[in-house]
């Protein structure tokens, strides 16, 4: 725990992978918690170590030491600490000399000198600048202090200084979310330019953060809103300046569900743009051309009024499609996640989620249903063969899946984005985050063809329910086939060991597996009465 400032300039420039892999860090740590005994090779070492344990972290600490042990000037002991960093054998012997000749004109032994500059030379591969690693500390005790005392308007500040990074929007979301807040979505009577501070627990997604909506259109739908909140599409195209505010614009606002609160189904909205758009720009015309009168402007308000109430009859996107849209527009879904309809029936194919991997050992086989967010096709070194890094999110986190050739050739063709696929491999634990080595992939629609067999457990179900489920497996004919279980007391006992009874139905009532007949068999007997056999 940093106690002072100081500390946290040395964590900055101790938490880097040379500092951590020398083991400096580790040290650092057992010297100022007492675990492991401070020594310095000379005296005068102490003033300029002893912020740091007697450990050389930096730069300016090797500068000193040089100057006050050799009596190298200050540019001198910049040439040691260039030369150091370049690391040329020649260089580096000609400075050890003078920085042995140094120490004994100050009377210095040799052996101590020698010993001292091993150190010099070991730990300048790792030292780090002090006056950068000061900056960093103090940029980082501000921000942490904005994030623990202001979180609200800190990620705000964030996500706005990130609009046009989709990845780190994303990021900074669900970091959001885990603090606690809301990160409300975009909507085109609430939202500003810029995230905007909603409440004390939420902020307002930025209409200049979605996708195809620049700050020149943004601005012209907040400026055009002062006069009055937008009551419909057509109003909105009728106020905004449609050269700023064009057809991509409108068509990414309605994607991404901002114009939600006009109480129209979005592909309603979306197959009807075009037309109202040309009816938009005609009357946006004439009266920037002064065409209209007072007279025609009343007529041609009513008629536009109309038009609100008579948008293309069609049915809503489909709910894939509709987040898919969201995702493509925001970077992350607002509706819902694609995975939220298979979430009752995936602990039937899955051996964890993201959050169990740390109940698994390394080597494990895991077995894992997730949407495939990024795909990063690329070729091994040794053979140069194809293989893809994917990044799957499943509605817990996301993980590395690594599909290397020998799996790739095989399943390279469901290696496709969104899509949601089951995914069975080997956990690997050897690096700091885990990773999956992909085994087999397919799309999660065709696990239901891997089931061979379906077993109901019937124990205390009512009699009048048997009619209804040979009814529903009728319905689902196929040939997979169907045991009925009941658990029973052996007769004359109270012990609560059981008896097993297991029939299969007839030929006749053999059935299809799919998502649909699950659901139903759970809606009929309850979610846990149903096994399925892989």
């Known amino acids: 725990m940093p106690e002072r400032f100081e500390d946290l300039i040395a964590l900055l420039a101790l938490y880097r992978p040379g500092p951590i892999g020398s083991g400096m860090l580790d040290d650092f740590m057992k010297r100022k918690h007492g675990l492991t005994p401070i020594k310095y090779e000379h005296p005068k070492l102490e003033p300029i170590l002893k912020e740091t ?13 040089a100057s006050a042990l050799a009596g190298f000037s200050l540019a001198q002991a910049d040439i040691l600490r260039k030369a150091m960093g370049k690391k040329i054998p020649e260089v580096m012997e000609k400075q050890r000399n003078n920085f042995t000749h140094g120490c004994l004109k100050n009377g210095i032994k040799e052996s101590t000198a020698t010993k001292i500059f091993d ?77 905007k501070v909603e409440n004390e627990s939420s902020i307002r997604f930025g209409l200049l953060a979605i996708k195809n909506v620049g700050k020149g259109a943004s601005e012209s739908i907040v400026n055009a809103r002062a006069a009055g909140k937008y009551k419909s599409l057509e109003d909105l195209c009728g106020r905004i300046d449609l050269r700023l505010a064009n057809r991509k614009v409108l068509e990414s606002l309605i994607k991404c569900g901002a114009l939600d609160s006009f109480g129209f189904l979005r592909a309603r909205m979306f197959t009807s743009l075009d037309t109202i758009l040309e009816r938009s720009q005609k009357l946006q015309k004439e009266k920037s051309s002064g ?25 809503e996107w489909p709910e894939p499609q509709l987040l898919s849209f969201e995702k493509d ?17 995936l602990k039937r194919f899955v051996s964890c989620s993201t959050a ?26 040794a053979k140069q063969e194809k293989m893809a890094i994917l990044k799957l999110e499943d509605l817990d986190g996301s993980i590395e899946i690594l599909v290397f050739p020998r799996a790739f050739s095989k399943v390279s063709r469901y290696i496709l984005p969104n899509t949601i696929v089951h995914i069975r491999g080997t956990l690997n634990l050897t690096e700091d985050t885990p990773k999956i080595i992909a085994e087999d992939l397919f799309p999660f629609e065709e696990i239901y063809k ?21 009814t529903l497996l009728s319905e689902h004919k ?30 006749n009532l053999y059935v299809l597996p799919s998502e649909k007949l699950i659901q139903e068999l759970d809606d009929l007997l309850g979610e846990d009465r149903l096994s399925l056999v892989l």
Do not use: W
């Open 53 to 65: 344990y007697g450990i050389m972290v930096y730069q300016e600490q090797i500068m000193q030491i």
């Open 119 to 195: 150190l010099i030379e070991y730990f300048s591969g790792y030292g780090f600048n002090k006056s950068h690693s000061t900056a960093y500390a103090l940029i980082s005790y501000r921000t942490a202090y904005l994030k623990a005392n202001y979180p609200v308007e800190f990620m705000t500040a964030l996500l706005t200084s990130e609009r046009d990074n989709t990845d780190k929007i994303v990021t900074y979301v669900n970091e959001t979310q885990q603090m606690g807040l809301k990160v409300l979505p975009p909507d085109i009577n609430e939202s500003e330019v810029l995230f």
């Open 291 to 315: 065409q209209l009168s007072f007279f025609d402007q009343t007529v041609s308000s009513n008629e536009f009024g109309k038009a609100a109430e008579s948008l293309a009859d069609c049915k």
């Open 329 to 345: 527009m925001l970077g992350f879904y607002v509706s819902g996640h694609p995975l939220a309809r298979y979430a009752k029936q």
């Open 356 to 381: 169990s991997l740390h109940e698994h050992k390394d080597q494990d086989t895991i077995k894992i249903v997730g949407l495939i967010a990024k795909i990063k096709q690329t070729l091994t070194r």
């Open 450 to 470: 891997l089931i061979t067999a379906m077993s109901i457990n019937l124990s205390g179900i009512k009699e009048n329910i048997f009619e209804t489920l040979k």
């Open 478 to 507: 196929g040939n997979v086939p169907i045991y009925l279980r009941l658990d029973t007391n052996p007769s004359g006992k109270q012990a609560p060991v059981k008896s097993r009874v297991q029939l299969v139905v007839g030929e």
